[in-house]
């Protein structure tokens, strides 16, 4: 009997961990834009206007927020004052390394050329004869580049199980080697700690 009912609630845990954990996630994201309603005025407050508090209004808020700078950025007029604004951040010496780098950033993560987290590698780390999974974020470039002698790659080596945080390592090309899991792949053997493995393709190959 304590068999039975020891598998059934591993079998319930299997359950409800992700599905709460899923649910967890999303509420504490909606609830997160939903925060940058209260920068509006009272007045103008959708729970004001409507009487209700209407959870999600925030995500609704700061999609309509996105598309609208768009529109606007992409104007001419729009352009020109955008332009302005950062000519402006860039005479404010500590504000204009954070600008520029959080800038930069999120241009190679929305760029179609962008490099970054496209390919999985495995690389010796911390030291020789250890290895283990890291993201290419792009090429050494300039000072980069010629400081190291060679060709050398960017790479962002998460931790475990907070992928989050890592090491950013400056290596040779040839240092690393390629791997065919898929960068979501990766990330859920990094955050399960080597308990969930993706699938083994070679095998999905010869299969065929």
Known sequence: M??????????????TIPVGLTIYIL?????????LLRVMPSGLHPDHLLGVRIPGLGVIATLILIFIAGLLVTSYAGGKFFRLAESLVDRIPLVRGIYQAIKQIVQTMVSKEG????????VEFPREGLFT???????????????????????????TPNPTSGYYLIVPEESVTALEMSVEEAFKLIISGGMISPPDQNKQLRNK
């Open 115 to 122: 490099q970054s987290f496209k390919k999985v590698v495995l």
């Open 27 to 35: 509420i504490f994201l909606i609830e997160l834009m939903d925060g």
């Open 133 to 159: 999974v890291a993201f290419v974020t792009g090429t050494a470039t300039g000072e980069l580049r010629d400081k190291t002698g060679g060709r050398c790659i960017n790479l962002f080596v998460p931790t």
């Open 2 to 15: 304590k068999p039975k009912l020891k598998n059934v609630f591993l079998a319930g845990l299997a359950v």
